[in-house]
């Protein structure tokens, strides 16, 4: 057991360091192992590799919508400069979702509840949310941490470059573990303040739950994720609406 005490100093030391990051708007504390350029490259890779794999609307008028709502919500982000993409799915399912980085997905079927772009920014606001709280990087950290000794050997031989074998552990967790119910709530305050200053009526992110609701779809919104409820969801954004509404610049 000796030999693995260097290591185990080497990721105490890590730890302690990623307690310093915090998420935008909470202020909340999180666990941050991976280096972000290292996270953001794991999220182009799968986004192409979707992009590839997964059918891509026709629909150009939709499409614009999603570009002008997704880069409007982006530019008030604390990373306008990231390069965001949106990418419209050809896919019934009422489902979007974000990778580190700024890289979008939204299917067409969410057009089915969102049915105007308030509506529709409120989904983008939240998605935008979990790339800037780098929530892709907290879930790979929090398996990193969980799975321990082998994972840690990774990230201390290769300084804050993961070795391959840190790198392919952390992209299991960041592909297969879903959002948390800590990340998703705190996704929804800060999309709801985003929408809201970057025009969009914050009050239209209950309607949209109202009708994710009433589609039976309220739990399936992101690909992986253990979504609240929607009624608890509306009732924490209705107490949440006054900081929205002191922010909203209507466009
Ligand atoms: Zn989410």
Redesign the pocket.
Known sequence: MKRFKPIASAFTALAILAACDTAPITGRSQLILVGDQQVQALGLQAYNQMKQEMPRSNDRALDRRVQEVGKRIAAISPQPDWDWEFTLFDNDSPNAFALPGGKVGVNTGLFKVAKNDDQLAAVMG?EVA?AIARHGNERMSQGILAQGGVAAAGIATGGDQLTTIGAVLASQYLFTLP?SRVQ?SE?DHIGLLYMAEAGYDPRSAVDLWRNMEAAGAGRQ??FL?T?PSPGNRIARLQELMPEALAVYQPR
Do not use: F, G, P
């Open positions: 939240h979990h959002n998703e996704a919104l992101e994720s979504h």
